[in-house]
């Protein structure tokens, strides 16, 4: 019997279908023979069904899925032994980083609860991430560096719906948030495939103006904001479609709206007030606001979250520094959505925002051939995390400073200037 929950039947099948297709075909570009692990909540069966047929259909060697489960994840905080919050599977994390060094690709479903953990104790939910990330590293840096393909898709978890559409039943919430998640990966038109080609080849001619216009430094200012992000030497503007090490194109993100490069992780001055509330692992962190000198956070406070946060920034030294910064039009069609998706991967796309954390190697010039050393000297980020949060909006103005001290408009009022 194929058992699915009612809910799930307001899942339109067809256009599931084609988000399958679509993070195979143009989120990953999974060559022949090429193994792929997959990461998912185990709500999402559905559409990692439909992605295993796609891979398999284009040719993947293996394909291999671990799920996540909310009450799983409950039991540990409700019943775990408090040891093992300083504890995390260590071992399957090799397993992944020996993969993806073997040229694996990675995929991730994205859909968790992100109010999951908001009623457990901050210290052990701190504890878990510390442990996770540092668990997580020899991984993580495989997918930060580009050695791999790598994709992150959505699914329409019941529980994430709720929380985006709290006045709908669960069914209708479901089908608005699947709607939604349809429309911002471009799989609600008649050619997927061709429209993600037309999206890539404009976000390219963004990334080639702000590459050719060389500037050291971009000024924000807005409500709650005047932040000087000074960028790294050889810093390197992407978006949309990134060529990995291993020369494939693919879509790191699905979907994506921004163009984004590396900052400099000692020339960070100023305030910075976030615009959308960040939810990491389980935790909603709102109305962020941090002070940086010297490129580190000196100052960090929230309205709600701000145990989780600071417990982050404590994660190492680069957790106070910047890996990103990325421009996203306020008019970007997820932000003219006007849902606020409580996720960061459609978050991050309906505005301007920052990471905390690790820098993507491929944001300089010749990233590929850089080692770590002559990344950190040009002023790359390193650390056991990456968060993205959210600090533009339609009243934050961008300037782009040449070396001379020079300033170009780079948007206004949250648009391309």
Request: glycine share 8%; aromatic share 8%.
């Amino acid at each position: 019997m194929n058992f699915m929950p009612q809910s799930q039947t307001s899942v339109d099948p067809a256009k599931l279908e084609k988000l399958a297709e679509v993070a195979v075909k143009v989120g990953l570009q999974l060559q022949t023979g090429q193994d792929l692990v997959i990461t998912a909540p185990v709500v999402a069966l559905p559409l990692v069904r439909l992605i295993t047929k796609h891979a398999y259909m284009a040719g993947a060697g293996l394909v291999t899925a671990f799920y996540s489960d909310e009450e799983s994840t409950l039991a540990r905080y409700r019943y775990g032994n408090d040891q093992s919050f300083d504890r995390a599977s260590d071992w399957l994390y090799d397993g992944m980083a020996k993969a993806y060094a073997r040229g694996t690709a990675r995929l991730a479903v994205a859909g968790d609860n992100p109010m999951l953990l908001s009623e457990q104790d901050p210290a052990k939910v701190g504890r878990a991430n510390r442990a996770n990330s540092a668990a997580y590293k020899p991984a993580l840096e495989k997918i930060s560096n580009f050695d791999i393909n790598w994709n992150i898709v959505s699914y329409p978890n019941p529980s994430w719906a709720a929380l985006v559409f709290p006045d709908d039943p669960e069914a209708i919430a479901v089908a608005k948030l699947a709607k939604a998640i349809f429309a911002a990966s471009r799989v609600d038109v008649e050619d997927p495939i061709a429209a993600w080609a037309e999206h890539n080849g404009s976000l390219a001619k963004r990334s080639s103006w702000l590459n050719g216009e060389r500037f050291a430094s971009l000024h924000f200012t807005g409500p709650g904001t005047d932040l000087m992000v000074g960028l790294a030497d050889g810093h390197e503007w992407h978006g949309g479609a990134s060529t990995a090490k291993n020369g494939i194109t693919c879509n790191p993100n699905i979907p994506t709206e921004e163009v984004f490069t590396t900052p400099h992780a000692l020339r960070v001055e100023g305030h910075v007030s976030s615009t959308k509330p960040l939810s990491h692992q389980g935790t909603l962190i709102d109305n962020i606001q941090v002070r940086f000198e010297g490129g580190r956070i000196v100052e960090a406070k929230a309205s709600r979250g701000a145990e989780v946060l600071n417990k982050v920034l404590d994660t190492d030294e680069g957790a106070r520094r910047l890996g990103e910064v990325a421009l996203v039009p306020h008019s970007s069609p997820i932000s003219a959505s006007g849902i606020l998706f409580y996720n960061t991967l459609f978050d991050e796309n309906a505005s301007c925002h920052i990471a905390l954390g690790q820098c993507y190697s491929k944001c300089f010039v010749n990233g590929a051939s850089l080692t770590q050393e002559q990344i950190k000297a040009q002023g790359g980020n390193s650390s056991l995390i990456h968060i993205d949060w959210m600090i533009g909006s339609g009243q934050v103005d961008i300037d782009g400073i040449k070396p001379d001290g020079s300033r170009v408009p780079v948007m206004r009022q949250g648009e391309w200037a």
